[in-house]
Each structure stands twice: as structure tokens, then as C-alpha cells.
């Protein structure tokens, strides 16, 4: 079979038959003879197949064995086949060579603590079975032995236990790079796995697919002194989803921390931020959805206050964050009357906007004012206040509330990394838990700048592991037989080419005057035909429903082809506020809500920040992001990586 050289498929052999539109994609067939280059074959149902190619089945006794390269036959069947063996035996993980597959088993295993951890640490990685300890304990080592930076590169779709993975690394290394015995955790230790249910609650959330769903990418680097000892740690995150405040699927939730917060709070501070009920709040009650089976928010908002304790964040600041939700909650709830073409707040939600603008200790009527206008320049005249149209108050509402939970998030992680500051660093472990490959029946810009993502950590992956072995065997002279692979530069080129790239269209389309998502995406086609890797939609199977060349653009993908629909791609790209509104939130009387937005007041001279026609101030959210990630690639091809890939079962 030209599938598997050398081999060639006799009567009675058994062999895996690919189906590709079933959901086995392989089936486990009998040889009933080989005629004309056809093989004919048959499964256990007697269900007959006739097909140009098969793949050999290797002996039972290789069931289930611990890596995969041990396997006689190592192709895509008896790869995945061994894989469901040991999965099925709740052995969930499986190396192949160095690299660690890991199957979400949707269960508690007794597999994990401070036993675990002593039979791993200090074992070569073929001494125990396979564990997600003895990647990390091979990532300690390699760190102790060569005196090189390492990075663990956790990958895998939303569901496949990429958190948990990271948790389970991070706790092995407090335990091994403790100063106490092993197994230990001293308080700078805690401190640092204490950012995991800080993190998590303001960063994750509920989606149909995961039920604590990792709703931004995260770069943790572990510190170690020269004597190999945690000292430290730097976090650094990327493309918060903030959308998900305002605007959540059925069946979805908001971030964490609202549903802790309402569900465990002390009465006083729920009288004081007046949060009665969640089906009271616009941002939480729109999806039908306020509740986890089997996740205790109240008891969950304990353990974020415990960890916010623990990074140093005392009891008055940690109301201040806690006051600051509950205003973003009731100015989700200031509506803007239809009547006209201009905006204005009156009734229920003059109230709301009332609440709120108590809760961040600003004038109620600056507040509704600013919502509800916008100061514009034109040319060397001198500025004018124009009435925003209801929808252009509330896309400014939103705009308000995005940009302040983006900026409490970032502060958040500034803290955690001033109470875990690295002292007498030498070297460092970083751990990269970033979102996986997304198609949704729906896919914007925060699924482009994912994706786009991980076609980068592909190519890095494709580079570390494919080429540069290769590059070695040829170097030494060794006999192998060369593995092609396709290199996904042509499609990072389509996002990241300077004029002609996605990104770049997007962005000067932001600056342009009146710039649309439907010009944006016209110019895309225009720009990029003829490009093999960009299409436009088309109704079929993939696509669920009709759109134009005007309303989404096709990528093809490593991973397979995705359907972006760009409505609100340039709102989306934009992460800025108008001026008015953020020299507002510096007039608060409150020194926490000023201290939180005092470095975004200092920023109308950054370099990252343009100017439109009108005035208008824009960030490029595209723009930080790429000069995050070429950062953060350019620290992972400076380390040794290790690799992790979580799967989610079907």
C-alpha cells in the first residue's frame, strides 16, 4: 500500500480502512483478497469495502504501549488506536518520543499530589510511566543540566484540559524547585500557584464547548536562582476576550468572577453595589445561562479572595476591584432611548446610570453626558459636540465598559507579578497555555487572531521538532528516511504582510473616514486574489449559511478552512475609548478607579496610539497582539522546548 511503504496486504491480513465521513475515521477491516490494485475487505459487521489503499494493524500485544514510536506500524490508525487503549484503561497519557499527548478524562484520577510528585522527581523521563511529571521533571532537569531558559508549550482545542495541564506542571515545579523538602510549598510558592484561581476567575468562563474555558493566552515564566531554586515568577497574557462581557451565546456565561460575586459576597457589600439578582443585570442574564453543574460559585469566590490575600491585595483594595464589577453590571443596563436619532438616558436606566456612576465616584451627569456625545475635530477648526445615535451610545457603553475590565484585568496581573518578583533570577521554565485552533459556526476577530496565532506556534512546532532532527541526522551522517511537512509561511504572510496582510488592511481601514466592515472585507479579496490560501464564502456543507464577498472571507488553515464573518472587525480591532470618557475616569474621586486608568491617561502620545481624520483615537488591538507574539516566539525559539497536546475525546 503506498500508504505504509514495504508493505502490501495479503487475504485474512488485518488492516485500518480510512472513512472519512464517519466519526471512527478509521475501521478495523479483514483482507478478503487484493484484485487490480483494489483491496477488497470487510469490518466485524460484514459491512464490504473496496479501496485503493489500507494500513497494517499491528500485533496485539503492542496494545496499549507507553509510546507510541515503540509501535511497529506508527501511522495515523494505529497511532490513534493505542492512544484509545490506554484511554479507555484511564491512562490517559501516551509520549510519542518526547512529546506528551494528553486525553481530557472528564473525571477525578487519583493520579496527582505530592506522592505522585515524589515518584517523578528526579527520574529520567522512560524510568515511569507517562505523566504530564515527567515532562515537567524533564523540563527541571534539562534546565539544571545545560544551564538553558526551557518552555513547556501546552496546545489543544477549547475542552482539552489545557488549564488543568498547566496547573498540574505548576504545581510540580513549586514542589521540586522549593527551597523546603520536597513536596513543600513555602509562601513564595504559594504565592505563585495562587495566580492560577485569581487568574481563572476573571479570565475564564463557560462556553458551550468547556465549562471553564480559558478566555485569553498566558505566558508564565518560572524563575530559579542559580541553585535551581523557584524565586519567582512573570506572567504575561494576550487577547483578553473582552467582547464576552457584553455579549454572551445561549447558553454561555460571563466571566467567572461576576457569578462569584453575586453568588458570594457579604450582604453589606451587596447592599452598598445594590446587586439584587443576576436576572437584573443585562450582562448576565442574556444567554439563559447563570449556573455550572457542579461548580459552587460562592465557594469559588472564597478561594479567589484567599488568593488575592496571598498576592498581597488587601481587604479595601479587593472591595475596590469587587465595586468596580458592579458598576460595569449596572452600566450594562443603561439603554438609550429610540426615539430619535439621538441618544438619551431617562427612566430605569437613568437610575442604573446613577448606581454606577456612585460606584466609580464620578457625576452621574458627566456619565450620561459623555455616553450620549462625542467631541469632534476637523481639520484646524475649533472642536464641536455632536449627539451620538442611540446605537452609537451604546456601541460607546460598551466600548466604556470593555476598556475598564480590560485595564482591571491588566492590573491584576501586575500585581501578581509585583507580589512574585524574581529575585536573583538565573534561569527560567516558561509555560505557554495559550487558546487552541477555534471553528465555531460563528468565527470573528478574536478567532482570526487565535488562529493566526497558533499557525505561528505550528511553524514553531514543525521547526523544532521536524526540521531541526532532520538537520542533525544529516549532520551526523545518519541513514533516516526524510519526513515532509508542509511550511505554513504563505499562510502567516496572508495575516502579517506589511500592506497587503489582513491585519494591515484592517488597520488602515480603522483610520480611514467612515470605514466599514464591508469595505474591509472587499479590499481583503482584492488585495489577496489570487491567493491560494484566501477565498470567499461559499454555501455548502461547511457554511451554514449564505454570505457575500462583502460580509466574510475563507482561510485555509493548517488545521482545516474557517469562514470569518467580519461584522464589527474594525469595533473589535479598536481598543481604545473616546477621549472624553477616559479623561472622565480620571476625574473620579475614588484613588483606586484613578489609579487603574492613570497609565491609559498617560498614553495619548504613545506610539501605539493613531489618530483618525477626525480625531478619533485608535489602538491597534491587531497591532499588540502581533508585537506580543513576535516577542513571545522570538523567547520560545531562545529556550529548549517541550511539548504537550491535549486532546479532547469524542
Given at each position: 500500500s ?9 487475504k485474512g491480513?488485518?488492516?485500518w ?9 478509521y475501521a478495523?477491516?479483514t483482507?478478503?483478497d ?7 475487505c470487510?469490518?466485524?459487521a460484514?459491512?464490504q469495502?473496496t ?17 507510541n514510536t ?9 497511532l490513534?488506536?493505542?492512544v484509545r487503549?490506554r484511554y479507555l ?9 518526547y512529546?506528551?499527548?494528553a486525553v481530557?478524562?472528564y473525571?477525578?484520577?487519583n493520579i496527582?499530589g ?6 517523578y522527581?528526579g527520574q529520567s523521563?522512560?524510568?515511569q ?5 515527567a515532562?515537567?521533571?524533564?523540563a ?7 544551564k538553558r531558559?526551557?518552555s513547556i ?8 484540559g ?9 504545581r510540580f515545579?513549586a514542589?521540586?524547585g ?17 495566580a492560577?484561581?485569581?487568574l481563572?476567575?476573571?479570565g475564564?468562563?463557560?462556553t ?12 508564565t515564566?518560572?524563575q530559579?536562582n542559580k ?7 512573570a506572567i504575561e497574557?494576550?487577547?483578553?476576550e473582552?467582547s464576552?462581557?457584553?455579549q ?6 460571563n466571566?467567572?468572577i461576576f ?5 458570594g459576597?457579604?450582604a453589606?457589600?451587596?447592599?452598598k453595589?445594590q446587586l439584587?439578582s443576576?436576572?437584573?443585570f443585562a ?8 449556573s455550572i ?15 488575592m490575600?496571598?498576592?498581597e491585595?488587601?481587604a479595601e483594595t479587593q472591595e475596590a476591584?469587587?465595586?468596580m ?8 443596563n443603561?439603554?438609550f ?11 430605569a ?6 448606581v454606577?456612576?456612585?460606584l466609580?465616584?464620578l457625576?452621574?451627569?458627566?456619565l450620561?453626558s459623555r455616553m450620549?456625545?462625542r ?18 451610545a451604546?456601541y460607546?457603553r460598551?466600548?466604556?465598559?470593555k476598556f475598564?475590565?480590560?485595564?482591571l484585568f491588566?492590573?491584576l ?7 512574585v518578583?524574581a529575585e536573583?533570577?538565573a534561569?527560567?521554565i516558561?509555560?505557554l497555555?495559550?487558546s ?5 459556526e460563528v468565527?470573528s476577530?478574536e478567532?482570526?487572531?487565535?488562529n493566526?496565532?497558533?499557525e505561528k ?6 521547526r ?26 504563505d499562510?502567516?504572510?496572508?495575516a ?9 488592511i484592517?488597520?488602515?481601514e ?9 469595505s474591509?472585507t472587499?479590499?481583503?479579496?482584492t ?8 477565498s470567499?464564502p461559499?454555501?455548502g ?6 454570505l ?8 485555509r488553515?493548517f ?5 470569518y464573518?467580519?461584522q464589527?472587525f474594525l469595533?473589535?480591532?479598536?481598543d481604545?475609548i473616546h477621549?472624553?470618557?477616559l479623561a472622565?475616569?480620571g476625574?473620579?474621586?475614588h484613588?483606586?478607579?484613578?489609579s487603574?486608568?492613570a ?7 504613545d ?6 481624520p477626525?480625531?478619533?483615537?485608535f489602538?491597534?488591538v491587531?497591532t499588540?497582539f502581533?508585537?506580543?507574539?513576535t516577542?513571545?516566539?522570538a523567547?520560545?525559539y531562545?529556550?529548549?522546548s517541550?511539548?504537550?497536546?491535549c486532546?479532547?475525546p469524542?
Amino acid at each position: 500500500s503506498p500508504e505504509m511503504p514495504g508493505y502490501s496486504p495479503s487475504k485474512g491480513d488485518k488492516v485500518w480502512v480510512e472513512l472519512p465521513d464517519s466519526d471512527e475515521c478509521y475501521a478495523l477491516c479483514t483482507v478478503k483478497d487484493v484484485h487490480d490494485g483494489k483491496v477488497h475487505c470487510f469490518n466485524e459487521a460484514y459491512q464490504q469495502f473496496t479501496v485503493d489503499h489500507v494500513f497494517p494493524v499491528n500485533p496485539s500485544s503492542m496494545d496499549g504501549v507507553q509510546d507510541n514510536t515503540e509501535l511497529m506500524y506508527l501511522q495515523d490508525p494505529s497511532l490513534l488506536h493505542n492512544v484509545r487503549v490506554r484511554y479507555l484503561r484511564d491512562e490517559i497519557y501516551t509520549f510519542t518520543a518526547y512529546i506528551l499527548i494528553a486525553v481530557n478524562p472528564y473525571k477525578s484520577l487519583n493520579i496527582y499530589g505530592d506522592e505522585a510528585i515524589k515518584k517523578y522527581a528526579g527520574q529520567s523521563i522512560n524510568k515511569q510511566p507517562p505523566h504530564v511529571y515527567a515532562l515537567a521533571e524533564r523540563a527541571y532537569r534539562s534546565m539544571k543540566g545545560s544551564k538553558r531558559n526551557q518552555s513547556i508549550v501546552v496546545s489543544g482545542e477549547s475542552g482539552a484540559g489545557k488549564t488543568e495541564t498547566c496547573k498540574h506542571i505548576m504545581r510540580f515545579m513549586a514542589a521540586v524547585g522549593g527551597n523546603g523538602p520536597l513536596g513543600t510549598i513555602d509562601t513564595l510558592e504559594q504565592k505563585v500557584l495562587d495566580a492560577n484561581p485569581l487568574l481563572e476567575a476573571f479570565g475564564n468562563a463557560k462556553t458551550l464547548r468547556n465549562n471553564n474555558s480559558s478566555r485569553f493566552g498566558k505566558f508564565t515564566e518560572l524563575q530559579f536562582n542559580k541553585d535551581n531554586h523557584l524565586c519567582g515568577a512573570a506572567i504575561e497574557t494576550y487577547l483578553l476576550e473582552k467582547s464576552r462581557l457584553v455579549q454572551q451565546a445561549k447558553g454561555e456565561r460571563n466571566f467567572h468572577i461576576f457569578y462569584q460575586l453575586m453568588a458570594g459576597a457579604a450582604a453589606p457589600l451587596k447592599a452598598k453595589a445594590q446587586l439584587t439578582s443576576m436576572a437584573s443585570f443585562a450582562y448576565l442574564s442574556q444567554s439563559g445561562c447563570d449556573s455550572i453543574e457542579g461548580v459552587d460559585d460562592a465557594r469559588d469566590f472564597k478561594q479567589v479572595t484567599k488568593a488575592m490575600t496571598d498576592l498581597e491585595i488587601n481587604a479595601e483594595t479587593q472591595e475596590a476591584v469587587f465595586t468596580m464589577l458592579a458598576a460595569l453590571l449596572h452600566l450594562g443596563n443603561v439603554a438609550f432611548s429610540a426615539d430619535s436619532s439621538d441618544a438619551a438616558v431617562s427612566g430605569a436606566a437613568s437610575k442604573s446610570a446613577g448606581v454606577a456612576a456612585d460606584l466609580l465616584g464620578l457625576a452621574a451627569a458627566n456619565l450620561t453626558s459623555r455616553m450620549v456625545t462625542r467631541v469632534m475635530k476637523v481639520g484646524g477648526a475649533e472642536p464641536i459636540s455632536i449627539t451620538l445615535s442611540g446605537q452609537d451610545a451604546t456601541y460607546a457603553r460598551d466600548a466604556l465598559t470593555k476598556f475598564m475590565y480590560g485595564e482591571l484585568f491588566s492590573y491584576l496581573v501586575a500585581q501578581i507579578n509585583k507580589a512574585v518578583p524574581a529575585e536573583g533570577a538565573a534561569r527560567s521554565i516558561g509555560i505557554l497555555d495559550i487558546s487552541g485552533f477555534e471553528i465555531f459556526e460563528v468565527n470573528s476577530f478574536e478567532q482570526f487572531c487565535i488562529n493566526f496565532a497558533n499557525e505561528k506556534i505550528q511553524q514553531y512546532f514543525n521547526r523544532q521538532i521536524l526540521q531541526q532532527e532532520q538537520e542533525i541526522y544529516e549532520l551526523e551522517g545518519l541513514r533516516y528516511r526524510k519526513v515532509e511537512y508542509a511550511d505554513n509561511q504563505d499562510i502567516i504572510e496572508l495575516a502579517e504582510e506589511k500592506r497587503r496582510g489582513i491585519f494591515a488592511i484592517l488597520n488602515e481601514e480603522c483610520l480611514i473616514p467612515k470605514g466599514s466592515d464591508r469595505s474591509f472585507t472587499l479590499k481583503v479579496h482584492t488585495n489577496q486574489a489570487g491567493n491560494k490560501f484566501l477565498s470567499k464564502p461559499a454555501f455548502g456543507k461547511k457554511v451554514k449559511k449564505r454570505l457575500g464577498e462583502e460580509e466574510a472571507f475563507v482561510v485555509r488553515h493548517f488545521a482545516g478552512e474557517v469562514t470569518y464573518e467580519t461584522q464589527r472587525f474594525l469595533d473589535k480591532n479598536n481598543d481604545t475609548i473616546h477621549d472624553e470618557l477616559l479623561a472622565l475616569l480620571g476625574e473620579s474621586t475614588h484613588p483606586f478607579v484613578r489609579s487603574v486608568f492613570a497609565s491609559q491617561a498617560q498614553q495619548n502620545g504613545d506610539e501605539d496610539v493613531s489618530y483618525g481624520p477626525q480625531g478619533g483615537r485608535f489602538k491597534s488591538v491587531s497591532t499588540r497582539f502581533n508585537t506580543q507574539l513576535t516577542a513571545l516566539m522570538a523567547k520560545l525559539y531562545s529556550t529548549t522546548s517541550h511539548f504537550i497536546r491535549c486532546i479532547k475525546p469524542n
